[in-house]
């Protein structure tokens, strides 16, 4: 006797195998979105700390040349020191120091304490970054 509304399950229809095949491409186009967005966000922390580092050495500086007097703070160009001294590794990094005026006088220079201002701008993709800033207040020692 033939079993006519029985099939036989030996193998998969085409159709099934279409269905997995786009369900995999789908699965695996997002785990390369995933694994892309992830090497960008590591390239940005990457950036980012070493901005963190180089605003950290131009301060640094700061404070070693304050041990004798804070004139030799500010008649520094602080841009070109850090351009010489390998604090623009970053695309298109540039370092920039602002002194800000505590008393109100409109003379940052004759503060003590002096409040520092370090910006590290670069690029990242092709577009300028928010700066990077970093605040202190610098004293003669």
């Known amino acids: 006797m033939m079993n006519i509304g029985k099939r036989n399950k030996r193998g998969v229809t085409f159709i099934e195998l279409l ?23 590591y390239e940005i922390s990457a950036h980012t700390t070493v901005a963190t580092q180089d605003a950290c050495r131009v301060l640094e500086q700061m404070r070693s040349f304050a041990q004798t007097t804070l004139f030799a703070v500010t008649s520094t160009d602080w841009t070109q020191w850090a351009s010489a001294n390998g604090c623009t590794s970053l695309p298109q990094e540039q370092v920039v120091v ?41 004293t003669r020692r």
Do not use: H, K, M
């Not at 940052?108 to 970093?134: H, I, K, S, Y």
């Open 98 to 138: 602002v002194f800000n005026d505590l008393d109100g006088s409109g003379d940052p220079f004759d503060d003590d304490p002096l409040a520092v201002q370090v910006n590290v701008v670069w690029a990242e993709g092709g577009e300028l970054r928010q700066p990077l800033t970093l605040s202190t207040l610098l």
């Open 19 to 41: 269905i997995s095949t786009t369900i995999a491409g789908v699965a695996v186009f997002g785990l390369l979105a995933l694994y892309l967005s992830c090497v960008r966000l």
